[in-house]
Structure formats: C-alpha cells, structure tokens
C-alpha cells in the first residue's frame, strides 16, 4: 500500500542514490587509490542514509528511545485531550481503542497504549513531565513535532467534532512545541482540508478549493508553488523518513493515510493546471 502512494512522489530517486556513492567511489579512488574506493563507498552510502532518513537514525539508541518516548506522548496526549471537556466519555474510550486497532498495534503495545491514554485523563498526572520528556528526546526534530501535533489534530476530529476545548488544548500543545498561532491555524486548516478526500469523493468546485488548503497554498500560488508544497508534504510523511526520524512502525499507518488525501488533493489541481 505505501509503495502505490509514494511512487508518485520523487522521494528517493535511486540515480540519486547511486550519484552519492559514485561521487564517494571517485572521490576516494583520487585521494587513496584503491583502498579509497570502498572507503568512498562506504561514505556515499553514510551520505545517502543522512539524506533519506536525517541524522536521528544514525544512534540506534537514541533511536529506539525516540520512537519510545513518541508513542508514550502520543496517548497521553490523546488521554488529556480526551480530558478536555472535564470528562472521558465511554465513546471517547470506545474511540480511542478504535483508533488503536486501526494503527494495527500489538496487543501488548496496545495494552501499554491504553495505560498512557489513561494516565493522560488522569488529572493528578503532571503533564509537564510528559512535555519536558518528549521535547529532550524528540524536540530537536522539527518534523517529528510537526507531524506529533498533526496526529493530534487528526485525533480530535476523528468523531466528526472539533470542540473548542480541544482546539484550545491543541493549541496550548502547539505552542509548547513551538507552533505560535498563525502556524497551528495553519496547520488545522491544511489537516481539516486534507480529511475531506478521504474516500476519494473530489468531483465538486468545492473540493478544488479544499485540495489547495490541503496542501497549504491557494489557487494564486504558482505551479512551482504547488509542486513545492505537494513535495514537502509527501517527503514529510514518507514512511522511511518518518521510521528514521522517531516515529514507532506502528504509527506509520496513519502517515499513509494523510499522504493518500495528499495525493487526492494534488491529482485533483493537476486536473486544472499544467502540472
């Protein structure tokens, strides 16, 4: 399913990929003959790993621990978002163990989910500690932030509704990962708009001005413009980058989901544009 989304966008062409390691392979046969040559390799392989996945993937210890710690925010945040209206509905819970078995988590993975989803509700959990947590291990990421609060907002509007709590509570979270207002309104309204191709129903007017909120632009903006934002959007939600950047395996799903409305919205503009 990921590779029919992503062989749209030129993510990771693999003649760049080879161009890395040649330029390696060149570079170190000039320098130190032979011997260079699998030096060479070995660094245009390093350079290409940093280009597709970022430098986070590079300590698989920092990198386990990343996506540990991303998860636990996850669901607590979720618990306390849930929290927002001063109680958690039976359907809130129902929700949240959907949402769960949509992500196709383990069962002990799962179970471990549902612990943080309630100690997010439980009012006597100090949240800051949560904050602090995620923002030493995670917070030098700007995309791993990023794509954190879009869960969240994808969260909350899951049952249809976006309630002012919510979208205050969301605020607050956005903010306290460096998200001023302008960036959150930003970010909800390309979130909202992205939401509404899924199903693949885009044969309205209506839908031509959602497919450029989706994607961040409007119908003013160029066709560089576009291409540009499509491409940022589609990299920043390209399983791989995500996987080396924090994000658990299990978590990955929804990624695809977003960049399926993504493609949606874009294959709708190109209809109207010579892209």
Known sequence: MRISVYNACPIRHPVGVILFKLIGIAAG?????????????????????VRVYGSASLNPLKHAIRQAVFLETVFILMGRLAKADGRVSEEEIAHAEQFMSKLGMTN????????????????????????????????????????????????????????????????????????????????????????????????????????????????????????????????????????GQGVPEDMIQMATEQAKDIQLAYDLIKKTRDL
């Open 108 to 243: 002990d993975h799962r179970q471990t989910a549902i612990t943080w989803f309630k100690r997010g509700a439980d009012p006597e959990h100090d949240i800051e500690q949560t904050y602090s947590k995620f923002l030493k291990h995670c917070g030098q990421i700007k995309n791993l932030k990023e794509v954190m609060l879009v869960y969240l907002i994808v969260m909350a509007m899951a049952d249809g509704h976006f309630h002012d709590e919510e979208e205050k509570m969301l605020a607050d979270i956005a903010a306290r990962l460096g998200f001023g207002p302008n960036a959150f309104k930003h970010l909800v309204d390309m979130v909202l708009n992205q939401s509404h191709f899924a199903g693949g129903k885009v044969t309205t007017e209506a839908s031509l001005d959602d497919a450029y909120k989706a994607l961040g632009v409007t119908k003013d903006s160029s066709d560089a413009e576009v291409k540009r934002a499509y491409r940022k959007l589609m990299s920043q939600y390209h399983p791989d980058k995500l996987m």
């Open 29 to 49: 046969y000039y320098f130190f003959g032979w011997w260079g040559v699998f030096l060479g390799f070995i660094l245009g392989a390093f350079i290409d790993r």
